[in-house]
């Protein structure tokens, strides 16, 4: 059975960009006769707040869209990233990295991605072992990655050109993203993943990371991103695209949804609608792959 999920980080208000992702994946899972589920990503320290996560919640509710399983938040989660790292180290595949912020800023010859990564040069990657309390990074293998995207198609990624070999332990004592994600996409049984075109490249390193600890790989799909009405990204004026200032303009959380689902191919027109009305409507063919914009009376 399908089981999707929508991941948010709980650093701020859900714009519109992440309103359809969310909005996307469940109508995926569902048009699946599937199950869907909200995951909480605040291992990124003091920029996620408990409070910013229950609001998105909230607006989440708001659109009918509710997890069909208790909200895992990340943060109660640190034994089980332990020992996933503990599981690497006995493969052999984690090394401790004593870059500075300042040293990889040096070192970085590759020019900046798509996605303005740069990948590690691999500076440290001949170091012992020195124990758990050093930031440690996976030893990638060389080699293309290729996945098929539900929206895209064939993808084919080198993950050393991307992120190089990607931290998964800081020196302060968290995680990072690409093991929680890959680590709780498998306990949790995720089928799909369905998420922004931002995210599209580093899906090369996350598959590695799931070959490392003998996990499935679940379906991607990548969708085009939300743009504001001039073409610039949505990122500084989330707030000003979430549903509290959308409804302040008279944008009602119906109307919200009927733009979203014609954006993403299951209305002729956005007209006001619940998220169940879209579900019979929805079909991976019709999503358009490229960029939307908001509105340009909505902002
Ligand atoms: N938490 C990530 C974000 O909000 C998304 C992760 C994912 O969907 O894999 O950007």
Redesign the pocket.
Known sequence: MTLGRF???PTGVLHLG?LRTALASWLSARSAGGRWLVRM?DVDGPRCRRDLGEAQLRDLAALGLESDAPVLWQSDRSATYREALADLHRGNRLYPCLCTRRDLQLLASAPHTEDGLRPYPGRCRERGWEGFDRALRLRLPDGLVAWEDRLLGVQEEDPATLTGDPLLFRRDGCFA?HLA?VVDDAAQGVTE?V??AD?RSITATQIRLQEALGLARPAYAHLGMVAAPDGSRLGKRAGALGLEALAARGVSPAEALGWLGWSLGCLDRPEPCTASDLIGAFAWAQVPKDEVRVPAAWT
Do not use: C, Q, T
Request: aromatic residues 10%.
């Open positions: 991941a948010p980080s992440n990503e993203y994600v993943v998420r922004g995210l």
